[in-house]
């Protein structure tokens, strides 16, 4: 940075022989010093005088006087002005008058010397003063550079300065330790390497900004020393040399990354807030100071039904207009500061139905501490009130149903302390209810079964829940077997239900008896059978049920599940069973087994939790599965035929029928890759006619010979050929270059013939072992045969389409035929019936008329006047003017043509030209008196050209209208005689095409 740029100058400058200043020392050199001019002076006037005998003029002593005033200032100058009178009138004038010759002081002279020497003395001093002036200021700015220098480089903010091309010609202290380098450090200081590449463009329009604008401020990314881009705001200042050209810039340029980062952060605090406020899940409204909305909650809309209408900004109490006077004082207050709220407040709706609302309002501050406004915090509790009566309703049922249940209820605390007890619960344990509640659980269990009852009372307090069957104790000592399901009500508290088991117990001993005959039953039975307990152990299993794994009862009993089948604990089978297992629930359902040889079986299971753990009866129903997979088999390739059907009657598009064809056979059969080829039998060549799953294109563009390949093989042979290994066949065989990069392994092909001819083959290839059986070979022959019949349909449709477009041909040959038989009639309208055919085509194009349309209009043109051969000539031709009788005859050609071509099919679409080109658009045409868009659009087309054409055209009785008189009738005609949108339409086409 410069110091001329900165505004600084450099110290030091001139001193003046002596300083202004007045002192003793001063004023005694400037004494001496006019003293010694002064005598010096005066001995050269005396020399003068005495050698010339003349007083020489006054004026000398001016010398020594503004030599003095200039060397000493202005005390020297009236010093050396008094001390030369004096000499003048003492030394030197006495003297002159003793000479002979009379000489006369010239006194004019004197005084103009005295006030020549006080003027310059004076100037002198304000010359001196100045000086003195300057030399201050100078010391005064210097202290002030000096100071703005310290400024500059102790400044907090980095200050830059660069010349026009972006080099740096100066930098601050702070520029340095602001980007992490040391002062002095080198740092890239051409043009904007600094400054983030994305922020670059942005910098560089300012900078060609500023040579206009003169300052800017500009914000954008610098790149610290250790890689880091922060955020820097810079303020620009052009400078301008003499001629007013920019020639450097000033910036002055503040780390605002922190900014940035609070911004960023207060936008997203801003959005997170305005989300949670709008995504909470209680009602939150938020308002300004003249209780607008300014921010509100999704279920503040539900819960006030407003229909989830935008209230932002709109006054709450436009929202709700009958707002009680009541909540407007609470509004008020609260934006004066208080806080309130309400616990149960009633809200009536204006349905006439009551809610309860538990709400509350509190004042918002903004950063200035000031009340911005009010937040209204409210729940609709009317579910609430209603459940709490609920639970008071069946609290008094609970403590109803307690009291006359059937079975012993006791409430305890975490120490197995009773709190309450039920009548039931008082007469099983035969002590009354007080003393129940001064024992404990613990003193409740039979001996023996202390240790059990302590393990049954931690896991409940662990768990939560326990179902245990115990033997309890009695007031008298006697025992009985219970059993207990006991739940936590908190975690200090649990309940448990005590039913007396012993008449069930008795029950179990009479089964327990009678179990060995049942199991001689199971043993027996052609189901499988198999008890598992909670360990997964086989603790029963019937000769039936292991022959069903594949294994036999001594091998599975007393090991688990997992070591017999290994890998069973991943399946759902072994998640079912473990949910019957957990939960003691019951469960059927029909599963897939694979057995450690790899084989597969289906089994419908019947799941039911017993004592032990689970009992499970299964069926083995593999034969039945596989009979259903063959039935679905069997439905799915019916379905696959009848979609290739549905596309042979619905389409006559070859390509999209073979590609349903190939998609079936694909998935039906199950194979990678599937082809079909046309034979061309005239040729002796093959066409790639529909492929899928070929990793390349290359069968598209082969090179399909008679004599090349397995396709030749198949038509050849009018057979299936199969190859079962294509890598180890021999080459000869399959000289098939698209297969090159295919890896296939196993190839069938099969003919697609129809009425004994061969249409094309089906090619069907994978790239492994295909376990195919007859019934896959003869559906694949069932599909190569509707191939077949799609190919067959297709070029019989291909052969009816050239029949038609032959017989198409006819007609329009045919009707030309007839147009040019009408001309050679009346030989002063020969070409006419062409030339408006071809015109109203162009118009028809400018109209946007399709093209099947088109050909209908070119049919109608062509035959617009056959109608006329039904017109005896003598009117026809006649040279003169028609009778009105006549015109009626000649009016009638329309009506003669419509009988004409209605009986022909083919035409009939041609008919609007013929019938009723004679038709004006305001109704005073003929035959039908048509008007307006009752006239169709091609006969309205064909009038304004037949007209067009007929004006344009010479005839024996006239010469033909000019180009621009013809134009002007048409367009004067628009709206009586003919369409105005096909008059318009027609004069742009007489521009674009330049028809004259």
Known sequence: MTRKHLGLTDKGGAKSLFPPDINLRSVVLKFLFTVAITLFTLWVRVQLSTVFEQRPAVAIFMFPIILSAYVGGLWAGVLSTLLSIFSVNFFLVAPLHSLETSRQIDYVQMWILIVNGVLVSILNETLHRAQKSHEKAKEELERSEEKYRTLVETADDAILLTDINGKHLYRNNAYYTSLGFEVGENIASEGFSHIHPDDRPRAEQVIHELRETGTAVNEYRIKNKDGEWRYRQAKIVTQYNKEHEPEAFLSIIRDITDRKQAEEKLRQSEQTLSLFVKYAPASIAMFDREMKYIAYSRRYIADYNLKDENILGRSHYDVFPDMPERWKEIHRRCLA???????????????????????????????????????????????????????????????????????????????????????????????????????????????????????????????????????????????????????????????????????????????????????????????????????????????????????????????????????????????????????????????????????????????????????????????????????????????????????????????????????????????????????????????????????????????????????????????????????????????????????????????????GEVKGVLEVYHRSRLNTDQEWLDFMQTLAGQAAIAVYNSQLFSSLQRSNLDLGLAYDATIEGWSKAMDLRDRETEGHTLRVTDLTLKLASVMGISQTDQVHIRRGALLHDIGKLGVPDQILFKQGPLSEEEWGIMRRHPTYAFDMILPITYLRPALDIPYSHHEKWDGSGYPRGLSGEQIPLAARLFAVIDVWDALRSNRPYREGWSYEATRQYIIEQSGKHFDPQVVDAFIRLLKEENIF
């Open 337 to 755: 500061g208080a806080i309130e709220k309400r616990e149960e407040d009633p809200f009536p709706r204006a349905d006439g139905t009551m809610d309860w609302v538990r709400w509350e309002v509190r004042p918002w501050r903004d950063q200035a501490g000031e009340i911005g406004g009010i937040i209204l915090f409210s729940e609709v509790v009317t579910e609430r009130k209603q459940a709490e009566q609920a639970i008071r309703i069946s609290e008094e049922k609970f403590r109803s149903y307690t009291e006359y249940a059937p079975l012993g209820i006791l409430v305890l605390d975490r120490d197995g302390k009773f709190i309450d007890v039920n009548p039931e619960a008082e007469r099983l344990f035969d002590y009354p209810r007080a003393e129940i509640l001064e024992q404990t659980v613990y003193d409740l269990m039979a001996p023996g079964y202390k240790n059990s009852g302590i393990q049954s009372f931690q896991e409940l307090i662990g768990k939560g829940s326990i179902t245990r069957e115990l033997v309890l104790q009695r007031k008298d000592l006697s025992t009985f077997p219970a059993f207990i399901n006991a739940v936590a009500l908190s975690e200090q508290n649990f309940m448990a239900f005590i039913q007396d088991i012993t008449e069930r117990k008795q029950g179990e001993k009479l089964l327990v008896e009678s179990e060995e005959r049942y199991r001689n039953t199971l043993n027996n039975m052609l189901e499988g059978c198999q008890i598992i307990d909670y360990d997964w152990r086989y603790v029963y299993i019937n000769e039936a049920a292991a022959q069903q794994g594949h294994s036999t009862p001594e091998a599975l009993l007393t090991r688990t599940m997992m070591e017999c089948y290994p890998g069973i604990e991943n399946t759902k089978l072994f998640s079912v069973m473990s949910e019957c297992m957990e939960k003691r629930t019951a469960r059927h359902m029909e599963n897939e087994f694979t057995y450690p040889d790899g084989g597969v079986g289906w089994f419908e299971l019947s799941i039911q939790p017993v004592i032990e753990g689970i009992f499970i009866l299964s069926v083995d129903i593999t034969e039945r599965k596989q009979a259903a997979e063959h039935i679905q088999s069997q439905f799915e390739r019916l379905n696959s035929l009848h979609a290739i059907d549905i596309a042979i009657n619905s389409s006559v598009n070859l390509n999209s029928t073979l590609d349903i064809v190939l998609q079936q056979v694909s998935l039906q059969l199950k194979v990678d890759a599937c082809a079909i080829l046309l034979f061309d039998s005239a040729m002796q060549t093959f066409s790639h006619a529909a492929s899928l799953g070929f990793r390349t294109n290359a069968i598209h563009l082969a090179d399909m010979n008679w004599d090349r390949g397995l396709t030749s093989r198949v038509v050849r042979d009018r057979r299936t050929v199969h190859i079962p290994n294509l890598i180890a066949a021999e080459s000869d065989s399959i000289n098939t270059p698209y297969l090159a990069n295919e890896s296939f392994l196993e190839y069938y092909g099969t003919p697609l013939i129809v009425k």
